[in-house]
C-alpha cells in the first residue's frame, strides 16, 4: 500500500469517507473505468480503490488528486458534489454567471479525512477555467508524500509560514511572500515546513 493511503479518522466538519467513496464510483463508472484500469493509472492497488469506494479507507489529499487526475475531474468533485451556493451573480443568456461574489464568511470549505489541512474554494464552483484556492495547512502536511501529475498550469503564494514545494525532484523552499509556477505535468508535491500552519493561495487551470 502507498504511504499516501491512510487510516485517518475525520474531522467533525470534514467530508465522510462514504461521500468521497459514492462520489468516486459514481465519477469511475460514468467514465467507463475499471476499478484495475484506476488503480494502475494512479499507481495504487485495486483493493485499496475498492475499499476507498466503499468507504472502508481513506485516503490523503495527494492520493485523492492522483485517482482524479485518471478521471480527469478536481478534487473537488469527491470532496463536494453539492452545486455552489452563497454566490451572488448575474447570468448570460445561457445561464452562466458572468459575474459571481463569493462572501468570505459563504465559502465552501472542507477538511479531507485523515487531514488537518483546511482548503476553502474561493472560485464559485467548479464550472471555470480556473480553480482558486486558499489553504491552511499544518506542520508536517500537504499535498501528499508521493509526487502526483495532472494537466494544466498553477500558481502558488505563500502568505504565511514557510512551504516546501518539490517539483520534477527539485525541492523550493517557500516564505510568506514567494510565489511558485509550474506546469501541472511535472511531479510535485508540497509541505508544510515549520512548527506553525501554512497559509497559501492556489490559482489552477484547469480545475484540478
Same mark, same amino acid.
Given at each position: 500500500?502507498?504511504? *499516501?493511503?491512510?487510516?485517518? %479518522?475525520? @474531522? ?9 467513496? *459514492? ?7 460514468e467514465r467507463k473505468r475499471s476499478l484495475? $484500469? #484506476? ?8 483493493? $485499496? ?6 468507504? *472502508? ?16 475531474? =478536481? ?11 452563497? !454566490?451572488?451573480? /448575474?447570468? +448570460? ?12 464568511? /459563504?465559502?465552501?470549505?472542507? %477538511?479531507? &479525512?485523515?487531514? &488537518?489541512?483546511?482548503? &476553502? ?6 464550472? %471555470? ?21 495532472? %494537466? ?13 514545494? !518539490? #517539483? +520534477? ?8 511572500? +514567494? ?7 511535472? @511531479? ?8 506553525? @500552519? ?5 490559482? #489552477?487551470?484547469? =480545475?484540478?
Open positions: 500500500m502507498s504511504t *499516501q493511503e491512510m487510516d485517518g %479518522r475525520l @474531522p467533525e466538519d470534514g467530508v465522510r469517507d462514504a461521500d468521497i467513496g *459514492q462520489r468516486l464510483r459514481a465519477a469511475r463508472r484495475q $484500469f #484506476v488503480a494502475d493509472a494512479a499507481g495504487l492497488s485495486k483493493s $485499496f480503490i475498492s475499499q476507498l469506494e466503499l468507504g *472502508q479507507s481513506a485516503a490523503s489529499l495527494g492520493t485523492l488528486k492522483r485517482i482524479c487526475a485518471v478521471l480527469d475531474i =478536481p478534487v473537488w468533485a469527491l470532496l463536494d458534489d453539492a452545486p455552489a451556493n452563497g !454566490t451572488e451573480g /448575474q447570468d +448570460d443568456a445561457e445561464g452562466r454567471a458572468r459575474v459571481s461574489v463569493v462572501r468570505s464568511h /459563504q465559502r465552501k470549505v472542507r %477538511r479531507p &479525512s485523515g487531514s &488537518s489541512t483546511e482548503i &476553502s474554494l474561493l472560485t464559485p464552483d467548479l464550472n %471555470r477555467k480556473i480553480e482558486v484556492t486558499l489553504s491552511v495547512v499544518q506542520p508536517g502536511e500537504g499535498y501528499g508524500h508521493e509526487p502526483y501529475t495532472h %494537466r494544466g498550469e498553477e500558481f502558488g503564494l505563500v502568505l504565511s509560514g514557510t512551504y516546501e514545494v !518539490t #517539483v +520534477d525532484g527539485v525541492a523550493h523552499v517557500l516564505e510568506a511572500g +514567494d510565489s511558485i509556477y509550474l506546469p501541472s505535468h511535472l @511531479p510535485h508535491r508540497t509541505r508544510a515546513l515549520g512548527d506553525v @500552519p501554512v497559509t497559501t493561495f492556489w490559482v #489552477v487551470t484547469p =480545475p484540478s
